[in-house]
């Protein structure tokens, strides 16, 4: 569950990073900030992923760290790693020593299956806008259209002057509240290939479930 939450928050982070058309302020800032995030060698990301349950008041906190590589990256949290090298998905539990082997569906237009195009789901099913201008920072505010959306809204806070993600907040109707807070924002890093292929010497003894 944690890493479809996880999943699910970076694909919605980055259909968000182009969308908005009720603000042309707001979309102008977005635009940049994609157009940065694209360019780059690599998207690379140490995140706080908190999890706030407002209706039993509950609170979870995880660390981890991702990074995007045109259609690749690796994700890695707590008790699960995903290596996806555009072809083949390794996704490896490391309290049961297990990584499962799966392919690619380039029909399904996801995170999971081809990541690069999240940069281009925008202006679809949202408005946007710019909330506040700060010195240091833009906070943007994202609406769905659609009102069975289980969205309230999303709030990004934008540094500035470098474009940079702070922050990330997931609103939902059910009083669940997402925050992705990056503590580490990098477009610098040139990935080799290795970094999204699993590399099985690596894990003794591990089982191997493929199912491609």
């Given at each position: 569950?944690?890493?479809?939450?996880?999943?699910?928050?970076?694909?919605?982070?980055?259909?968000?990073?182009?969308?908005?058309?009720?603000?042309?302020?707001?979309?102008?800032?977005?635009?940049?900030?994609?157009?940065?995030?694209?360019?780059?060698?690599?998207?690379?990301?140490?995140?706080?992923?908190?999890?706030?349950?407002?209706?039993?008041?509950?609170?979870?906190?995880?660390?981890?760290?991702?990074?995007?590589?045109?259609?690749?990256?690796?994700?890695?949290?707590?008790?699960?790693?995903?290596?996806?090298?555009?072809?083949?998905?390794?996704?490896?539990?490391?309290?049961?020593?297990?990584?499962?082997?799966?392919?690619?569906?380039?029909?399904?237009?996801?995170?999971?299956?081809r990541p690069?195009?999240?940069?281009?789901?925008?202006?679809?099913?949202?408005?946007?806008?710019?909330?506040?201008?700060?010195?240091?920072?833009?906070?943007?505010?994202?609406?769905?259209?659609?009102?069975?959306?289980?969205?309230?809204?999303?709030?990004?806070?934008?540094?500035?002057?470098?474009?940079?993600l702070i922050?990330?907040?997931?609103?939902?109707?059910?009083?669940?509240?997402?925050?992705?807070?990056?503590?580490?924002?990098?477009?610098?890093?040139?990935?080799?290939?290795?970094?999204?292929?699993?590399?099985?010497?690596?894990?003794?003894?591990?089982?191997?479930?493929?199912?491609?």
């Open positions: 569950m944690r890493l479809l939450s996880t999943i699910s928050l970076f694909l919605l982070f980055f259909e968000i990073s182009t969308f908005g058309q009720t603000d042309p302020e707001a979309v102008k800032i977005l635009d940049k900030f994609a157009d940065k995030a694209t360019k780059a060698p690599s998207v690379s990301m140490k995140f706080s992923l908190i999890t706030i349950n407002q209706t039993d008041n509950t609170k979870d906190t995880l660390e981890g760290s991702v990074i995007i590589s045109k259609d690749k990256y690796n994700l890695e949290l707590p008790d699960n790693t995903v290596w996806f090298n555009g072809e083949t998905s390794w996704s490896y539990l490391s309290a049961e020593n297990e990584v499962t082997i799966t392919k690619a569906d380039k029909k399904d237009n996801s995170f999971q299956s690069s195009l999240i940069f281009s789901l925008y202006k679809k099913g949202y408005k946007s806008r710019l909330i506040e201008n700060k010195a240091d920072s833009y906070i943007i505010d994202l609406y769905p259209e659609d009102i069975k959306n289980e969205l309230v809204r999303v709030r990004l806070y934008i540094g500035k002057p470098t474009l940079n922050s990330l907040e997931y609103k939902r109707k059910d009083g669940v509240i997402i925050i992705l807070k990056v503590n580490d924002y990098d477009l610098k890093e040139k990935p080799g290939p290795e970094t999204f292929i699993f590399q099985p010497g690596n894990f003794k003894g591990v089982e191997i479930n493929d199912m491609r």
